[in-house]
């Protein structure tokens, strides 16, 4: 499985970016797919995910700015980002994973994009 994101950059507070991952190497119409991001020192954190159904779910800090969405024609997930804030500052990954107990793990990674939103 290879995982391509791209879409980072500065960004004001307010802002907005799109976030995408190219996934190749498996049957992407069967997967579930998430984002997650990391900031130095701390855990990774799933920001949000997606079935291969389109049911998606997303962590609090995020909810109501964030909309995650795939395209299985294009075998791509993507991440828009709305009213960013400065504690949007991270590393984000995108990833491909299942579901467990009603949570998502992801299992494989891509290179990280980095997001920095500041004035």
């Known amino acids: 499985v290879q995982l391509q994101a791209s879409g980072g950059g500065l960004v004001q507070p307010g802002g907005s970016l799109r976030l995408s991952c190219a996934a190749s190497?498996?049957?992407?119409?069967?997967?579930?797919m998430g984002w997650y991001r990391q900031v130095p020192g701390k855990q990774r954190e799933l920001v949000a995910d997606i079935s291969s159904g389109g049911s998606t779910n997303y962590a609090e800090s995020v909810k109501g700015r964030f909309t995650i969405f795939r395209d299985n024609a294009k075998n791509t997930v993507h991440l828009q980002m709305n009213s960013l804030k400065a504690e949007d500052t991270a590393v984000y990954f995108c990833?491909?994973?299942?579901?467990?107990?009603?949570?998502?793990?992801?299992?494989?990674w891509g290179q990280g994009t980095q997001v920095t939103v500041s004035s």
């Open positions: 990833s491909e994973g299942g579901y467990r107990s009603g949570s998502y793990r992801g299992l494989w």
């Open positions: 190497g498996s049957v992407f119409s069967i997967k579930a």
